[in-house]
């Protein structure tokens, strides 16, 4: 039985250790915490990691947003973590207040946070991470230094393949699975940037036991949301969609509503062609649905719109 996610048992330690570009990994060699940072890229690409690893060493508060986006957390948890002196704060003054999936955050967050950014930049450094960096308001964002993680050119996409291939060839080597260089380049052309994605595989891979990859495994396993993209070109049943969408996804909505943005449309291409033409469409309205998030109290109630939004224009 396998007792421990590879997604933390492999999580990276130091920075050289993590996949990263050039122009990151040289900012932060020596982990220094000047100013505020906002940590911005595609899911699994190691966001939350790095902001662990520059915090270590300073008292830090853990905060994910998505979950804690109340007016109250700021006023409680957070306001009260940088006021606070402890003996157990050894020798340094410096707080770190990290703010995962800062993205989730509602209005009211994002308008009490920036008063206490303020308020305690003496002694207190925040970094924050996000998938979707329009989805805060520009006067938070100017709070920070804005570090991207997606490539900004052809040659920094090339490289962090290159270095994404070879870490999962040595993932898989190290727990007993061989791949042909064929299946590799697809699992990294399906999976890439996201290697937490990627590593959830490989682990129910190893559940089952299965000691060799080659494309039919990939394609066999190579959708994360499979069930509900065959419900959506299905003939709609309100009621059911809603019970399966509420009982089990409601607390994977981030990672549902991009799947539905990229993985579904590569799962059309591949299985149903006769959907092809809806492709824009569909684009359109997730594109819709993750600009207004934060805007929504609940985000269960934004993936059930987009949900059935998709449907329409899949039944049309």
Request: proline residues 4%; glycine residues 6%.
């Amino acid at each position: 039985m396998i007792r421990e996610l590879l997604t933390e048992k492999l999580r990276p330690k130091q920075v050289e250790h993590m996949i990263l570009p050039k122009r990151i990994r040289a900012s932060f060699k020596e982990k220094e915490l000047s100013q505020h940072l906002l940590l911005v890229g595609s899911p699994g690409c190691g966001k939350t990691t790095l902001a662990k690893i520059l915090a270590e060493g300073y008292p830090t508060k853990f905060i994910n947003v998505s979950d804690e986006s109340s007016v109250d957390i700021i006023r409680g948890k957070i306001n009260d973590f940088c006021r606070s002196i402890s003996i157990m704060d050894g020798n340094s003054s410096t707080k770190v207040v990290i703010l995962d999936e800062f993205d989730g955050a509602s209005a009211q967050f994002y308008k009490a946070v920036r008063g206490t950014i303020e308020k305690f930049q003496g002694n207190t450094r925040f970094i924050a991470t996000c998938n979707w960096l329009n989805n805060i308001p520009k006067p938070v964002q100017s709070r920070f230094e804005v570090i991207n993680f997606d490539p900004v050119n052809a040659e920094e996409e090339e490289y962090l393949k290159d270095e994404w291939q070879k870490r999962i060839e040595l993932i898989l080597g190290k727990v007993g699975m061989t791949i042909d260089e064929e299946s590799l380049a697809e699992f990294t052309r399906v999976n890439f940037p996201d290697l937490r994605n990627a590593l959830n595989r490989i682990q129910s891979w190893m559940v089952d036991g299965t000691k060799t990859i080659d494309m039919v495994k990939i394609k066999n396993s190579g959708w994360s949301y499979v069930d509900l993209y065959n419900i959506l070109v299905s003939k709609p049943d309100p009621v059911n969609n809603y019970q399966i969408l509420v009982g089990q996804y409601g607390t994977k909505v981030e990672d549902v509503m991009t799947a539905l943005g990229g993985e579904f449309i590569d799962w059309i291409l591949g299985n149903r062609t006769e959907h092809i033409n809806k492709i824009p469409g569909i684009i359109v309205k997730v594109a819709e649905h993750q600009s207004q998030r934060a805007l929504v109290i609940d985000p269960v109630v934004s993936l059930l719109s987009l949900f059935f939004q998709i449907q329409k224009i899949i039944n049309q």
